[in-house]
C-alpha cells in the first residue's frame, strides 16, 4: 500500500513514538489525584503559620500584627501597596485597633478576594495602653 523507503519508515516510527509518549505525557498530567481519607487533611493543606522566637528558625514567616505594622511592613503583604498600607493605618487610626482580620474588609479597596490571600498572613494582637488596659477595653470602657 505505502512504498516507504527505509529511512522514512524509520522517521514515521520516530514520529509515531512521539506521539504516542506525548499522548502518554497528557494523560499522567490528566491523572485523578486520589481524595483523601475521611479526617486527614487534605495534601497541600499547610500548617498555620507560627510566630515567635522559632518561627524563623523553622523557616515559617511570621504573620503580620494589623494593629502594630507600619505602612512599610503592610506594603510587604501581596496585594497591598503604599496606598492601601496608608489607609489600613488611616483607619487603624480613625476607628482604633483591629479586634479580628476580618475587619479589613472595612478599609475601602479590600475586598473578599484580596482579604482572601491576606488572611493567612496576618494576625490581630492585643494591644495595651499607657494604663495596661487592653486597647479594645480603652475604647469601650465596661461600665
Known amino acids: 500500500m505505502f512504498d516507504l523507503t527505509p529511512s522514512e519508515r524509520r522517521g514515521a516510527l520516530v514520529l509515531l513514538a ?3 509518549l506525548g499522548a502518554l505525557a ?4 490528566l491523572a ?5 481519607e475521611p479526617g486527614e487533611p487534605p495534601p497541600a493543606a499547610t500548617a498555620p503559620a507560627r510566630t515567635g522566637p522559632g518561627a524563623r ?3 515559617v514567616a511570621p504573620r503580620t500584627d494589623l494593629n502594630a505594622a507600619g505602612e512599610a511592613e503592610l ?20 476607628h482604633g485597633p483591629f479586634r479580628r482580620p476580618e475587619e479589613l474588609l472595612a478599609v475601602p479597596g479590600i475586598g473578599p478576594r484580596l482579604f482572601g490571600r491576606l488572611e493567612p498572613l496576618v494576625e490581630t ?3 495595651r495602653d499607657s494604663t495596661g488596659r487592653t486597647m479594645q477595653n480603652a475604647r469601650h470602657p465596661i461600665e
Open 18 to 20: 512521539l506521539v504516542v
Open 26 to 29: 497528557d494523560l499522567v498530567r
Open 75 to 94: 506594603d510587604r503583604l501581596p496585594g497591598i501597596g503604599p496606598v492601601l498600607a496608608a489607609r489600613i493605618v488611616a483607619h487603624r487610626r480613625t
Open 125 to 127: 494582637r492585643e494591644s
Open 32 to 36: 485523578p489525584v486520589p481524595a483523601p
Open 57 to 59: 528558625e523553622a523557616g
